[in-house]
């Protein structure tokens, strides 16, 4: 796994037309899908008066704000301000982009440049959580090496992306072997009872 990237959604968890919110490396980001399914991961927080874009709405290949409705272009540049219709906006007006791909089914997100590609993990994505406390994987059975845990749950093979988020939290982006529907939703199911465990430890 390439360190560049951190891992933030199931791609199918953010269609087009939508956006949402994700941290990466303590940056805030609104992560949206255009019409045409490019990807962009922005900081999230409106150059007008800081609203958060992740409360805003896609339209066509733009992004703009729930606040007072100013919409930016792909490369994060301010297209238009309602307000002032016939004002060409300032090339300052800017938000702050980051790098944003897809692979494997899979949402990455890298905040510093990089030449590498986003990983190609094996499995099929199954399901995103989160845990408000790390999960103790050892006593799960399962295996982390650096940011991915890997083992079997109800002897399915899986693959589990660990994203770090903030005050200890975790999200985890599962991926998993060919299955039946029956047996994934046990995994599903075991996947909530390491939540529960990893959880109850803070009560
Ligand atoms: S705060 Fe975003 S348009 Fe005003």
């Known amino acids: ?7 933030v959604a199931l791609a199918r968890d953010l269609p087009r037309l939508c956006v949402m919110p994700v941290c990466v490396d303590g940056i805030e980001l609104a992560l949206w899908r255009s019409a045409t399914g490019r990807l962009a991961a922005w900081a999230d927080r409106c150059p007008h008066r800081g609203m958060r874009l992740s409360h805003g709405f896609v339209r066509g290949e733009a992004l703009s704000c729930i606040y007072h409705g100013w919409s930016y272009g792909a490369e994060g540049n301010c297209l238009r301000i309602p307000a002032h219709p016939d004002l060409e906006p300032p090339e300052a007006i800017r938000v702050p982009v980051y790098h944003a791909a897809e692979s494997g089914g899979v949402v990455w997100v890298a905040t510093q440049a990089t030449d590498a590609p986003p990983p190609v993990v094996e499995g099929a994505p199954l399901r995103s959580l989160t845990v408000e406390r790390a999960v103790d994987w050892a006593a799960a059975g399962l295996s982390l090496s650096g940011p991915v845990a890997r083992g079997d749950l109800s ?5 589990i992306l ?18 039946p529907p ?3 939703k046990e995994v599903s199911r ?3 009872g390491l939540r529960r465990q990893a959880e109850e430890a803070l009560a």
């Open 1 to 7: 796994m390439t360190a560049a990237w951190t891992p």
């Open 155 to 159: 002897s399915i093979g899986v693959t």
């Open 162 to 179: 660990v994203q770090p988020l903030p005050q200890g939290r975790q999200a985890l982006h599962v991926l998993a072997e060919a299955a």
């Open 182 to 184: 029956a047996a994934l």
């Open 190 to 192: 075991d996947l909530e």
